[in-house]
């Protein structure tokens, strides 16, 4: 049905969305709550056409970061009222959600992950494998070792969600347009102006991208890569079954692979195979409204098998329906939202890996509040469009890793697991030395990183558990001989960016919340703030020219950097931003040897009083122009070198040479881990972001504010520095070694929850558990108040008794690291 106001498309709108999908609707039912009635939801065939309409319509809230599963719990929460609000029925029941343990790995999983919750919020009970039964009477429980419940997870029928949120969007003035195509977006001078639909042009300022499936080919239009792809997805519909209730919880079975919902008195029942089926490989069908695929009985099979065993009832019940629907799935399992980075005011929404009906309500609230407000509501890191980068443009390539997520949607989710298809796809030039030498490697956003050495004889590969993995003894060695020697570290993957012009200081300056007003030569660690004061970006800035800097910033945030310093260049500065990532390899040589290894093969003088710390110089070494960093991010003495690519192998092994009479070791990222956390460095995206101010994080020192320089973020810093902060980064140790921390355990202070810890380790030095996290209070938080209280960890549901800490754990006296 097209709008009832007119059926004429108005030739103007400020913001225009595309695909009357849950998260189109959302999307704009956001925007009309916000005041935007100016905006305009097209839909080429009906509103829920695409994929909406055949979800099978579960809705839970758990994910392993908080804020998303603050956006599920915000979903429940307009689920809960919209039909009231808008006397359109949605089909909203909160029965509860159930899942299963199978194994005692499980279990532990399922444990930690109520942990997990209750850092979080959310209500999470463990319960006997009997107790689930009398909740869900039809299931055996002959292999179930325990089972969580949370309570206010629920199901809805995504059609009628999806047309309550069109009819609420419309009380707010918003036009939907059905029947209508979008066939092209025009930009001009970098940004969108208009839409051309297949009912005539909109002039417009703003679009947003809710095109599900289709959103990858309406992206590539205007060059935008939304690194999605089609999967086949099924799930069966059966007749009534005797006692199958209307109260009955959701149930997941991940050692199954299956999950349930009821549905009119029977069973919906699907699942998520191994071997999933990529679909529209070659270009999508026309018009492909309320349409499905065929079902694929022989590959549902493998479903069906694992369901007998749980849910004996399924042999005999009649099935209604064996629903096919593709559905568009992401290389991480994570939905897709943000600006795109390559198209000012072009916004996406889209991948949702078959929880959209999950995520639509509070998906749509962010993206709104992102379209209106330029950011997001709080730090979305996990769904961020910017979280991708040069590996997820090849199609071939996205679909490999896509379906080997989807594959491991219900698998074990262990601890520090990495994925295994497309790989290796970006190397450095030392990848293949490396790999002889027993390097296991991790991947980050397609670099290939070593994270440890494999001893002569063992295999470079992990094996992986919830208890200490097969890796611990090396990395240990690795930690040790930093500490006591010298270690090489190939952190060639670091993204890398130019800002070069007459400018570029005073664009920085803006940027910046430190002062890099600083003379040629010198290095400045930074973070750039957003106007809440919060952490966009954490990284290394150095003064290479008069008109130059060098910024070197974490592998996984090239994309979200360049976009963040890009767009706050002030508009009429001459200052140009070149990733120049792929130019240079990276080699850190790190410990109290470092000098006279790296002293051997450089004529030039490395001695403190030539070379102190904190500034850069371009030395020759090995035959190689060499920019040297002195600088460390695990507190020893040492230099990151940057060397043109061509020369890497060359330098690694002077450097190898060199080192042998103080026993130079490689070493890899999990060692830079452990040695980090001792010495209390941070990391973006765990301890620090866009909701964490440094004066809550504690680096209100690497900030200018005693300088009359305005930047960015500091009127924030101003006024928290006055009212004082509410919640702190702290450091806790928990001395019994046989305790695993992992990150996301609760924090309780005098037995009440303040937070959760944001990163966690082993320190190899101090031989203790390290965890950091934020201790929150409402009425402030200072350093009486963080000094009085009682603190313990609840880790896999178990409390433990922990000690805080104010400065590093390990502080290998910073004039050693400095001379
Ligand atoms: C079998 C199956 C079971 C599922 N079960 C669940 C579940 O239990 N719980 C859950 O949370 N999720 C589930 N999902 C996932 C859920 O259905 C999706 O995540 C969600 O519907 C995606 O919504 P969307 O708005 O992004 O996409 P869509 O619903 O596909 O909407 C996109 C719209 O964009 C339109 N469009 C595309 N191009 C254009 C253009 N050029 N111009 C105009 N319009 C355009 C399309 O016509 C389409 O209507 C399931 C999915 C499947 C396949």
Redesign the pocket.
């Known amino acids: 049905m097209t709008d009832s106001k007119s059926d004429t498309l108005p030739k103007d709108a400020r913001i225009v969305v595309?695909?009357?999908?849950?998260?189109?609707?959302s999307t704009a039912y956001h925007l009309g709550k916000m005041g935007y009635s100016d905006t305009i939801l097209?839909?080429?065939?009906k509103l829920?056409?695409?994929?909406?309409f055949?979800?099978?319509?579960?809705?839970g809230q758990l994910r392993s970061n908080a804020n998303i599963t603050q956006l599920l719990g915000y979903s429940v929460d307009l689920y809960k009222n919209l039909e009231k609000e808008t006397e359109q029925a949605t089909g909203w029941k909160m029965n509860g959600g159930l899942r299963l343990a199978c194994n005692e790995e499980r279990w532990t999983e399922v444990k930690r992950q109520a942990t997990t919750a209750h850092s979080f919020g959310l209500d999470m009970q463990l319960l006997t494998p009997k107790e689930a039964q009398e909740l869900w009477p039809m299931m055996t429980i002959d292999d179930v070792v325990g089972a969580a419940f949370l309570p206010t997870d629920g199901q809805a029928n995504?059609s009628d969600i999806t047309l309550s949120l069109a009819k609420g969007a419309r009380m707010n003035g918003v036009s939907i347009f059905e029947d209508?195509?979008?066939?092209d977006v025009e930009v001009e001078d970098g940004k969108v102006v208009a839409v051309v639909t297949s009912k005539g042009r909109i002039v417009c300022d703003k679009v947003v991208n809710?095109?599900?499936?289709?959103a990858r080919q309406?992206a590539k239009k205007v060059g935008v890569n939304v690194p999605l792809v089609s999967v086949e997805?099924?799930?069966m519909i059966t007749e009534k079954i005797e006692g199958i209730t209307s109260d009955l919880p959701t149930l997941r079975d991940p050692d199954r692979l299956t999950?349930y919902?009821e549905d009119v008195g029977g069973l919906v029942m699907?699942g998520y195979e191994p071997n999933g089926i990529p679909w529209a490989t070659k270009g999508f069908p026309e018009k492909f409204?309320f349409s499905l695929l065929d079902s694929n009985w022989d590959h549902f099979e493998q479903l069906i098998e694992l369901a007998l065993g749980r849910v004996p009832a399924l042999e005999t019940a009649g099935v209604r329906e064996l629903?096919?629907?593709?559905?568009?799935f992401t290389p991480d399992g994570n939905f897709i939202l943000g600006e795109a980075p390559e198209l000012k005011n072009y916004f996406v929404?889209?991948g949702?890996?078959?929880?959209?009906?999950?995520?639509?309500g509070g998906a749509g609230m962010a993206l709104a509040e992102w379209v209106v407000n330029g950011e997001p509501p709080y730090d979305l890191w996990p769904v961020d469009i910017r979280r991708f980068g040069r590996a997820h443009f090849d199609t071939d390539w996205v679909r490999k890793r896509t379906l080997e997520a989807y594959g491991k949607h219900y698998t074990m989710a262990w601890p520090f697991e990495e994925h295994s298809s497309g790989r290796p796809n970006r190397r450095s030039p030392l990848y293949d030395v490396l790999e002889k030498q027993g390097a296991c490697f991790g991947e980050k956003l397609g670099w290939e990183r070593p994270n440890w050495f494999a001893n002569k004889g063992q295999e470079a590969k992990d094996i992986y558990s919830f208890e200490r993995q097969n890796w611990f003894e090396n990395v240990g060695k690795e930690h040790l001989l930093t500490r006591s020697n010298v270690t090489v570290f190939d952190q060639s993957s670091f993204a890398k960016f130019k800002l070069v012009g007459p400018d570029a200081e005073k664009a920085l300056s803006w940027i910046c919340a430190n002062d890099v007003s600083k003379k040629t030569g010198a290095l400045i660690y930074t973070q750039m703030l957003n106007d809440r004061g919060g952490i966009e970006c954490d990284l290394t800035v150095v003064r290479v020219a008069e008109n130059e800097f060098y910024i070197v910033t974490g592998t996984g945030y090239a994309t979200h950097d360049f976009d963040w310093i890009r767009k706050n260049i002030p508009e009429g500065l001459n200052a140009q931003l070149v990733d120049v990532t792929s130019g240079y390899s990276v080699l850190s040589v790190m410990g109290p040897d470092a000098r006279k290894v790296l002293q051997k093969i450089s004529s030039d003088d490395l001695s403190n009083e030539n070379f102190a710390f904190g500034t850069m110089q371009t030395i020759g070494v090995a035959g190689a122009p060499v920019m040297a960093l002195r600088v460390t991010y695990v507190g020893e003495l040492g230099w990151e070198l940057h060397i043109p690519t061509e020369f890497a192998i060359n330098v690694y092994q002077a450097l190898m040479t060199a080192g042998e009479e103080y026993d130079i070791g490689n070493a890899g990222y999990r060692a830079i881990e452990s040695l980090r956390l001792e010495k209390g460095y941070r990391a973006w995206a765990s301890d620090i972001g866009p909701d964490h101010t440094p004066l809550e994080a504690g680096m209100g020192w690497a900030c200018k504010l005693k300088k009359d320089i305005d930047f960015k973020g500091r009127k924030a810093l101003e006024s928290q520095k006055e009212e004082g902060v509410k919640k702190s980064l702290c450091c806790f140790t928990i001395d019994d070694t046989d305790v695993i921390l992992l990150g996301r355990e609760t924090i309780y202070r005098n037995g009440k929850r303040v937070g959760w810890l944001t990163s966690a380790g082993f320190g190899y030095t101090v031989n203790k558990n390290i965890g950091y996290g934020y201790v929150r209070n409402d009425e402030g938080v200072n350093r009486a108040y963080l000094e009085s209280g009682e603190y313990e960890l609840e880790v896999g549901t178990v409390r433990h008794k922990c000690a805080i800490h104010f400065n590093a754990l390990f502080d290998p006296k910073m004039e050693k690291v400095k001379q």
């Open positions: 595309i695909g009357g999908g849950i998260v189109g609707t097209i839909e080429r065939g829920t056409s695409g994929t909406t055949h979800a099978a319509g579960l809705v995504p209508t195509e979008v066939l809710c095109c599900g499936q289709w309406e997805h099924q799930f999950y919902k699907g409204h629903i096919n629907g593709p559905e568009s929404g889209a949702f890996n078959a929880f959209g009906i999950a995520a639509g």
